[in-house]
T-cell receptor, first 112, second 111 residues
Framework: SQQGEEDPQALSIQEGENATMNCSYKTSINNLQWYRQNSGRGLVHLILIRSNEREKHSGRLRVTLDTSKKSSSLLITASRAADTASYFCATGEGGGADGLTFGKGTHLIIQP | DAGITQSPRYKITETGRQVTLMCHQTWSHSYMFWYRQDLGHGLRLIYYSAAADITDKGEVPDGYVVSRSKTENFPLTLESATRSQTSVYFC??????????FGNGTRLTVT
């Protein structure tokens, strides 16, 4: 199964700064999704980018996708303490009908 | 309230015992999934279901059994629990080709 791998594994920044995390995957995809997980909770979907899209925005989130490099990045602008969480990218060949494959995540800490 | 509910939230069991983790969703989503989350491995798919009475294996199905007699329920059973099955288990649901909705997980400890 294909698997996304996030980089870095951990990131600590000051509140107000921008946070960038990257995801690489191995095979062709239908779409790529980003999820957030707060401590002790389930994952929450943030944004989905389709394979024919290069960039997508949602509030303070910006996602890019480069299918030639098999990579994606998630940018969180003007970070807040509440953004402290783990972030996962996920891919699925069939768009998720047979389950998504998740990376190991980037743990983001926003220092006040 | 609409959503996806997992129970119990925490469970401690002994090696060799059978344990069932429950998952219930109120959206009538066709697809349901079970993942386990372990440090160093991220989330791994155990089983999934496309509809009632249709289930399929994921990446790590050994030692687990699922059933789906009703669209809204997708229980996961560990027939004879082992210490390697100590993990956090997440249930998720979705209509096809859309993002997954996750429950808050069950933390299972096998002693």
């Amino acid at each position: 199964s294909q698997q996304g791998e996030e980089d870095p594994q951990a990131l600590s920044i000051q509140e107000g700064e921008n946070a960038t995390m990257n995801c690489s995957y191995k095979t062709s995809i239908n779409n790529l999704q980003w999820y957030r997980q707060n401590s002790g909770r389930g994952l929450v979907h943030l944004i989905l980018i389709r394979s024919n899209e290069r960039e997508k925005h949602s509030g303070r989130l910006r996602v890019t996708l480069d299918t030639s490099k098999k990579s994606s990045s998630l940018l969180i602008t003007a970070s807040r303490a509440a953004d402290t969480a783990s972030y996962f990218c996920a891919t699925g060949e069939g768009g998720g009908a047979d389950g998504l494959t998740f990376g190991k995540g980037t743990h983001l800490i926003i220092q006040p | 309230d609409a959503g996806i509910t997992q129970s119990p939230r925490y469970k401690i069991t002994e090696t060799g015992r059978q344990v069932t983790l429950m998952c219930h969703q109120t959206w009538s989503h066709s697809y349901m999934f079970w993942y386990r989350q372990d440090l160093g491995h991220g989330l791994r798919l155990i089983y999934y279901s496309a509809a009632a009475d249709i289930t399929d294996k994921g990446e790590v199905p050994d030692g687990y059994v699922v059933s789906r007699s009703k669209t809204e329920n997708f229980p996961l059973t560990l027939e004879s629990a082992t210490r390697s099955q100590t993990s956090v288990y997440f249930c998720a649901s979705s209509p096809r080709f859309t993002p997954l909705h996750f429950g808050n997980g069950t933390r299972l400890t096998v002693t």
